[in-house]
């Protein structure tokens, strides 16, 4: 559902373009593409989150760094990240998966295994899917069906000007637990890193609490980075917004482990991906209630939306100011 | 959603194993994997159909015969098939794209007008998506999501021995179009075949018909081809079945074609897959009322269900009985 990949074709988003106006035949239709999930009617109580996300070997995900089952786990759980930041409640999935005859077997079983295993982590029901081959790679497509309160699926679109921004957990860990993976070096306190890149933790039950207590008027999941997704936040939006560098949120041990393997801290955390942190605004008014409310995550604030012209910008402690240029994944750029 | 393809790794069926009822936690999952469709409850008058399916170059359709507007085309129109073999009325599709860089551009832009020119035929609202690179290959996973008046899905598994099996339309007609495309011979009577290869009709409407006038027990798309899918569908059923070879309906030209191609008229109408048409059973007593019924395509009875011990057959002509054994297509043995 993130449009941002459609960037790969350059000036198309062709995601976005497949459908206009002409292509909308249902009257259930409450929110389309562009979204981390379509919002669709369902009776009068609840709406129904719909969201598909494509996970390919070597640009999601590569062997040499995770077991089969730890594959299966993550497709699932990055997945259904989708479904938090609209503050959703997952109920059915469904998996459809291309396996070179090389993976096929008690590989492929491992890899289902993983699903399985998340799945029953959320009490999310697996509902269907497909099996074909592949030539080489490994292709997962993860789709999750989930239920909101009528109305108060939390979209991208809802910020306004003068609106906080937060983000929960802390920021730049997978990204730094990737850097990790791939060097040479053997560093035990980066294996904190490396369980935030292996095992995305979903952030379903904060996601409930900002939707029920109707507490966010926008919200998004940070899967391509703070700058990327932050940007479609904005866009989404027609709004600016500036971040205080000093107050992004990161691990302890963060910047010894950035300085042992040649990490720049600074450009990690503004455009590190896959901390499947949510990242979302509040009206000043909510703040009180936002402040009151008993959340399962610690949520930091990090910033203030501005006006579209005021652009997105980086505050840092020296009074310096940058512009946040996106600045995460390009599935493109980096496959081949 | 079609179970067979778990056969690709022998014993195993991975996608029925990979859910237990340990792994069902909504009490709204009314049918789950190994039907068309997984069925789930929406509210008091209707339920959710939900289904996808994996298409992959060279193993689903091949370059050198499709045009790019033909591969999406055909990716729609034959996942949405699942859609017509519950009697479902199909509302939402989710569009997973993987593409190398050498289709990237204007191909893959003509890819999904042909998915959006499908979706727009059958009123389906593109409710999103994801698109990643690939290294040599396209994937196409499709996502329907339909409805059906509730508890109105004819499942695989309500065929009973006595019952009457019925199909629409025509068989081995696009396995006859997919040998005419692979030879060197241009034959101007194989063009109506063809067109049967490279753009399915989904049975949309007579399945609508068949669940809304209650007149079928069972029902399954011919994917696979007819051997392959009634062995579902009796399997599914716990039942047996003899079918007519005589009855069987096939096209004006159809042996004529087959003649000039050299191909086996008796085991592509038995074998041959994607044609799309719906193989239904009906109940004695519901005969009458699908005789009356106004349906929008042909229909014919070509034999009956029997008890599961007397096994599946086809009957010839001439006296003879063989056994109906599984022909269809089997994904990984093609594969490689």
Request: one cysteine or more; a neutral charge; glycine letters at 12%.
């Amino acid at each position: 559902m993130r449009n941002k990949k459609g960037q790969a074709f350059g000036e198309f988003d062709l995601i976005e373009r497949m459908t206009g106006p002409a292509g909308i035949f249902s009257k259930n239709l409450r929110t389309g593409i562009g979204d981390d999930c379509a919002v669709i009617s369902g009776d009068a109580s609840f709406d129904i989150l719909l969201t598909s996300d494509l996970l390919v070997e070597k640009i999601h995900f590569d062997r040499r760094w995770f077991l089969p089952e730890q594959i299966g786990g993550k497709a699932f759980l990055s997945s259904l990240s989708d479904i938090a930041a609209m503050g959703g409640l997952p109920e059915f999935a469904l998996v459809s998966l291309a396996v070179p005859r090389s993976v096929a077997g008690r590989e492929a079983e491992a890899l289902y295994r993983g699903i399985r295993d998340a799945a029953g982590q959320f009490k999310v029901t697996l509902a269907g899917g497909d099996l074909s081959g592949s030539d080489g790679r490994i292709f997962i497509d993860m789709m999750h069906v989930g239920r909101i309160e009528k109305g108060r699926a939390v979209l991208r679109s809802g910020a306004k000007p003068g609106d906080r921004i937060f983000v929960s957990g802390t920021l730049g860990d997978a990204a730094l637990g990737l850097r990790a993976l791939q060097s040479d070096l053997k560093i035990e306190s980066a294996e904190p890193f490396i369980r935030r890149q292996r095992m995305p933790e979903p952030r379903i039950t904060l996601g409930r609490a900002l939707s029920s207590g109707r507490l966010a008027s926008a919200m998004i999941d940070l899967s391509d980075g703070l700058s990327s997704d932050l940007g479609h936040l904005c866009k989404s939006s027609g709004v600016g917004a500036r971040v205080r560098f000093k107050d992004l949120p990161v691990s302890k041990d963060y910047r010894r482990v950035c300085m042992k393997l040649s990490v720049d801290p600074v450009s990690n955390l503004l455009h590190g991906g896959e901390d499947y942190e949510l990242l979302f605004t509040v009206p000043p008014c909510d703040l009180m209630g936002l402040k009151q409310a008993r959340l399962p995550v610690p949520v930091v604030e990090i910033g203030e939306i501005l006006t579209v012209s005021e652009g997105l910008s980086v505050e840092f402690p020296d009074g310096g100011c940058i512009e946040l240029a996106s600045g995460g994944y390009d599935h493109f750029r980096m496959d081949g």
